[in-house]
C-alpha cells in the first residue's frame, strides 16, 4: 500500500501524470485545465516531493516505479489508461512501460514530454548533459539545496518565449504545494546519472508521443527524437520557443497534440 500523496480530477478515461524532479503535482495544473474536459487525470507526487513522503527503498528506478505504480492501482484498479511522464517522470515512465509494476497493465499509450533514456553524454550518446552538470547540482544540493533547485527553475526556462511568466508559475507550483526533500533530491540526480534504459526501447511497443521543446536547455530536443526513433511506434514533436517545459510556455498547443493522440484508436 503507497502512501504518496495522489489527486483525482477530471473525467473519462484514465491518465497517469508523472512530474520532473523538484516539482509536484501542482506544476500540472494549467494543462490538466485543459485536459480535465476529456480525461479522468490521476495526479502524483513523486517519493519525497510534494506531500509525498521519502522512503529508503525509493532511491532506485524499480522501488520508484514500484511505489507510484502502487498509488496509482490503488485509484484505478484493472481499468485501461495512458501514462504521461515529463523530465524526470518521463525516465520514471518509459521504465513503467518496458515493465509495468505489479498490478497494472502495460499503459494503453505513453506520452513524454523532454524525456530521455540516458540522461548524461557517452561516446554512443551524444544527446545527453555532461555527468559533471549532475555532479554541480548534487555539491549544491548540500550546501545550499533551496537554491540549487531555484537555479534550476531558472535553467528550465531559458530561451521559453513567455520565459518569466512560466518561472513564476514553477516556482508557484513548487511553494503553493510543498518543496522536495533533500534525500529525494540527491536520490533523484542519482537517478538521472546512471539510469540508461536506451536497450529497453526497441521492447516498448506501446504508441507513443514524445514531445519537446525547441530550445530546452535541461535536455536537448534531440534526445527525445532519437528516443522516438528507437521505439517501434513511436513518433516526435517538437514546441517552437518553448523550452522545458513546453505545456508551460504552449499550454493549449500541447494540450491539443495529446487529446489528439491519446484519443486515436
Given at each position: 500500500m503507497s502512501d504518496l500523496y495522489v489527486?483525482?480530477?477530471?473525467?473519462?478515461?484514465?491518465?497517469?501524470?508523472?512530474?520532473?524532479?523538484?516539482?509536484?503535482?501542482?506544476?500540472?495544473?494549467?494543462?490538466?485545465?485543459?485536459?480535465?474536459?476529456?480525461?479522468?487525470?490521476?495526479?502524483?507526487?513523486?517519493?519525497?516531493?510534494?506531500?509525498?513522503?521519502?522512503?529508503?527503498?525509493?532511491?532506485?528506478?524499480?522501488?520508484?516505479?514500484?511505489?507510484?505504480?502502487?498509488?496509482?492501482?490503488?485509484?484505478?484498479?484493472?481499468?485501461?489508461?495512458?501514462?504521461?511522464?515529463?523530465?524526470?517522470?518521463?525516465?520514471?515512465?518509459?521504465?513503467?512501460?518496458?515493465?509495468?509494476?505489479?498490478?497494472?497493465?502495460?499503459?494503453?499509450?505513453?506520452a513524454l514530454i523532454a524525456a530521455t533514456p540516458r540522461f548524461t553524454v557517452a561516446a554512443d550518446w551524444p544527446y545527453g548533459a555532461p555527468e559533471a552538470r549532475l555532479l554541480r547540482l548534487a555539491e549544491g544540493l548540500r550546501r545550499d539545496y533551496r537554491r540549487t533547485v531555484a537555479e534550476f527553475l531558472e535553467l528550465q526556462v531559458r530561451g521559453s518565449a513567455a520565459g518569466e511568466e512560466v518561472l513564476e508559475q514553477l516556482r508557484t507550483a513548487l511553494f503553493a504545494h510543498g518543496e522536495a526533500q533533500p534525500e529525494a533530491l540527491t536520490a533523484g540526480l542519482e537517478l538521472l546519472r546512471t539510469t540508461d534504459l536506451r536497450e529497453a526501447l526497441g521492447a516498448i511497443a506501446v504508441p507513443t508521443l514524445a514531445i519537446a521543446g525547441q530550445y530546452d536547455r535541461v535536455l536537448l530536443p534531440a534526445a527525445s527524437q532519437a528516443l522516438a526513433a528507437a521505439m517501434p511506434h513511436a513518433r516526435f514533436a517538437e514546441i517552437r520557443r518553448a523550452a522545458h517545459a513546453p505545456f508551460l510556455s504552449h499550454t493549449a498547443q500541447v494540450a491539443d497534440l495529446l487529446a489528439e493522440f491519446l484519443a486515436a484508436p
Open positions: 489527486e483525482v480530477s477530471g473525467s473519462g478515461a484514465p491518465l497517469v501524470l508523472l512530474h520532473g524532479w523538484g516539482l509536484n503535482v501542482r506544476v500540472w495544473d494549467p494543462l490538466g485545465a485543459v485536459l480535465a474536459e476529456r480525461f479522468r487525470l490521476i495526479t502524483v507526487d513523486l517519493p519525497g516531493h510534494g506531500r509525498s513522503p521519502w522512503r529508503e527503498g525509493c532511491g532506485a528506478l524499480r522501488g520508484q516505479v514500484q511505489c507510484i505504480g502502487d498509488a496509482v492501482a490503488a485509484v484505478i484498479g484493472a481499468v485501461p489508461y495512458a501514462l504521461l511522464g515529463w523530465s524526470l517522470g518521463g525516465e520514471l515512465a518509459l521504465a513503467w512501460a518496458a515493465c509495468p509494476p505489479p498490478g497494472l497493465a502495460t499503459p494503453a499509450r505513453l
